[in-house]
């Protein structure tokens, strides 16, 4: 009973980063791409820095699709870790503008912690780990 205790806290931590971390991606494909900026300004902004225009409904799609996954615990580690190109990009667009996200334009520090949060969020997604145990079932 002891151990079940111990594992509690780890499996809501896990659970809690990797809800929050879908939501962020929710808030920021729908509210930022859709809501806010439009998906149409939303491309035109990628085509402005030389990206191909469509590439912003892939990445629309695909921080909407993997946010929801994401939320719901389905392959969350599988769907992490390719969101992680992904934010890649992002801080590859906020690399001019420094390290602060308060700079003009914003920072590439955001994007970067991100990156570290998917990371871990695919490193402590249930299913069996190398070793064999798994940290979001009880033993």
């Known amino acids: 009973m002891k151990a079940l205790a111990i ?8 659970s809690l980063l990797r809800v929050a971390l879908g939501l962020m991606f929710i808030a920021h494909s729908v509210v930022l791409k859709y809501f806010t900026f439009t998906l149409a300004g939303t491309a035109q902004y990628f085509a402005s820095i030389g990206l191909p225009a469509s590439l912003a409904y892939v990445v629309f799609a695909l921080e ?11 392959a969350a580690r599988w769907v992490a870790l390719a969101l992680v190109p992904v934010l890649l990009g992002a801080m590859w667009v906020h690399f ?3 390290w602060v996200f308060s700079a003009p334009n914003g920072g590439w520090e955001y994007p970067l912690f991100l990156i570290v949060i998917s990371i871990v969020v695919a490193l402590q997604a249930g299913g069996p780990s190398p070793n064999g145990s798994s940290r979001s079932t009880a033993s």
């Open 64 to 74: 909407a699709i993997g946010g929801v996954l994401l939320v719901f615990n389905v």
């Open 7 to 14: 594992k509690t806290p780890a499996v809501l931590g896990d």
């Open 96 to 98: 001019g503008n420094g």
